[in-house]
């Protein structure tokens, strides 16, 4: 018997058995229902390819039963077609307006009925198969996107990687910026002050906009980066571009339509991660919360992280120590709120 299974739902007897016989003739396997609820459970156990019920029955209506299965995201594509002895228009209008496909009046006439549902059958199935197009279609698209994606990321990190090696960062150092700030998006996320403004995909787009903060650094000239004496006015005017320089880099090259989308992020870090609480910071000045959060988070674990890393004319401080150092800058460069957290979980940094 073929696969293909028509419900079938109508009070009377006699109605079911001859369209069950005219469904068995086109080759068809028919499932018989006596009212719309019988229906709705038989639904539960198999989905049909498409489903004749009779309008006028007793509880649950044909009209009723149509508005459910269009109002179901498992069951809205199967093709519905009324059977009923009303022929009044505005029956059959309602009909159509509750999401039928069409409208077949007794009695029946056999050849009629084969034909609708030949026709209804095939409209079906081929939209059954431009979905399954369309379903392949995204996963291709999306794969391809993210694939893009990816290597927009790599080609990032990388530029990344050189500006850091410019700087004499030690090595690692942007991959430890990104898992310390995804520590500390965790911990505020756990604090009353904080839990509305960061979500999961918040820390995910931080812990991987991180690491580009100062990719601004691969225009700055190398002697200025490496320089180990103090940077006189002009130098440090320079060295302060590398914030403007990396959020015009990740502008440049964000399309606004990335399919993993960091890069709202990323922007903002780059361009205002020195921005201070007090508003002594550069490039803007920027103060309390017109600087974004995700910028604060940078400064607060980028200042962490250099003070924890050695350097060519220094040791690395311990953690405690940095906390010590640090907490001179509580309310001046950092947000107080965040900071506070911070002194709660410095240990769990890396």
């Known amino acids: 018997m073929s696969a293909i299974r028509i419900l079938i739902v109508d009070d009377m007897e006699t109605n079911r058995a001859i369209l069950e016989q005219i ?14 609820e019988q229906a709705i459970e038989l639904l539960q156990e198999f989905t049909p390819h498409l489903v004749m019920s009779d309008i006028s ?16 995201a498992e069951t809205r594509d199967i093709p519905i ?18 999401g039928g496909d069409d409208y077949i009046t007794k009695p029946f ?24 197009t369309n379903r392949r279609l995204q996963i291709s698209v999306n794969s391809q996107l993210s694939q893009i994606q990816q290597g927009k990321k790599n080609m990032l990190y ?19 910026i990104g898992r310390n700030c995804r ?50 006015d002009e130098e440090l005017k320079i060295a302060r571009q590398h914030t403007t320089n990396g959020a015009k880099l990740l502008s440049d090259i964000y399309t606004g339509s990335d399919y993993n989308d960091f890069m709202e992020h990323a ?20 103060m309390g919360e017109d600087i974004p959060l995700s910028a604060r988070i940078i400064s607060l674990v980028s200042v962490f992280c250099a003070l924890t890393e050695e350097r060519s004319y220094r ?9 010590a150092m640090m907490k001179e800058d509580a309310g001046k460069k950092y947000d107080p709120d965040m900071f506070r957290i911070y002194c709660k979980i410095y240990r769990q940094l890396c």
């Open 23 to 36: 469904i068995e003739d086109m080759g068809y396997q028919p499932v018989l229902a006596d009212s719309g």
């Open 109 to 132: 006439i056999p050849e009629v009925v084969k034909a609708r549902v030949g026709v209804h059958l095939r409209l079906y199935e081929s939209g059954r198969q431009l979905r399954e």
């Open 183 to 232: 520590t500390l998006a965790q911990g505020l996320q756990l604090s009353p002050l904080f839990e509305d403004r960061i979500s999961d995909s918040f820390i995910d787009a931080v812990e991987i906009a991180a690491p580009l903060c100062d990719i601004g650094n691969i225009a700055i000239p190398m002697d200025i980066l490496q320089k180990k004496d103090k940077l006189t």
């Open 315 to 323: 040791k690395a401080h311990s953690k405690d120590e940095a906390l």
């Open 81 to 98: 077609i009324f059977i009923s002895a009303f022929t009044e228009a505005e029956d059959i209008v309602r009909g159509f307006s509750m």
């Open 267 to 286: 922007i903002d870090i780059a361009h205002y991660h020195h921005e201070n609480w007090d508003g002594s910071g550069y490039p803007e000045g920027r």
């Open 158 to 176: 990388a530029l990344a990687n050189v500006a850091a090696e410019n700087a004499y960062f030690g090595e690692g150092h942007t991959e430890r």
């Open 57 to 72: 029955m007793p509880g649950m209506d044909g009209y009723e039963l149509c508005k459910i299965l269009k109002g179901n």
